[in-house]
Nanobody, 122 residues
Framework: VQLQASGGGLVQAGGSLRLSCAAS????????MGWFRQAQGKEREFVAT????????DYSDSVKGRFTISRDNAKNTGYLQMNSLKPEDTAVYFC????????????????WGQGTLVTVSS
C-alpha cells in the first residue's frame, strides 16, 4: 500500500485547509485510516481516525470540533477538513492505514504516507 498526502500549505489563523490522502491497493477500503501530525522538535501525535466504513470516528481533544475526518472508499482517498486553524496546528501531517481494528497509537498503524506541511501564521 502506498499513501500520498497532499493539500498542505500556508494559511492564516482562523483559516481552513483540506488534506487528502490518496491510497493504492484494496487495503485502504478494508482498514481504518488515521491522521497524525508532528511539529518541529516534538513527537508525532494522533489527530483523527476513521474506521473502514466511515461509521466511527475519533479525534484528539486539541482538534475536536474543528477538524473532520472522512473517506471515499470508491476513490481510495481519505480527507481531513481543518477549520479554525491555530498557529499550534502547524506541523507535518501524515496519513496512515491501521494494521487491523482501530486505535490512536501510531505504532499500530502499518502504512504511512510521506507527510504534508501545514503552516498556520498568527
Amino acid at each position: 500500500v502506498q499513501l500520498q498526502a497532499s493539500g498542505g500549505g500556508l494559511v492564516q489563523a482562523g483559516g481552513s485547509l483540506r488534506l487528502s490522502c490518496a491510497a493504492s491497493g484494496r487495503t485502504f477500503s478494508q482498514n481504518t485510516m488515521g491522521w497524525f501530525r508532528q511539529a518541529q522538535g516534538k513527537e508525532r501525535e494522533f489527530v483523527a481516525t476513521i474506521n473502514w466504513s466511515g461509521g466511527y470516528t475519533d479525534y484528539s481533544d486539541s482538534v475536536k470540533g474543528r477538524f473532520t475526518i472522512s473517506r471515499d472508499n470508491a476513490k481510495n482517498t481519505g480527507y481531513l477538513q481543518m477549520n479554525s486553524l491555530k498557529p499550534e496546528d502547524t506541523a507535518v501531517y501524515f496519513c496512515a492505514i491501521h494494521s487491523s481494528g482501530i486505535g490512536t497509537s501510531a505504532n499500530t498503524y502499518r502504512y504511512w504516507g510521506q507527510g504534508t506541511l501545514v503552516t498556520v501564521s498568527s
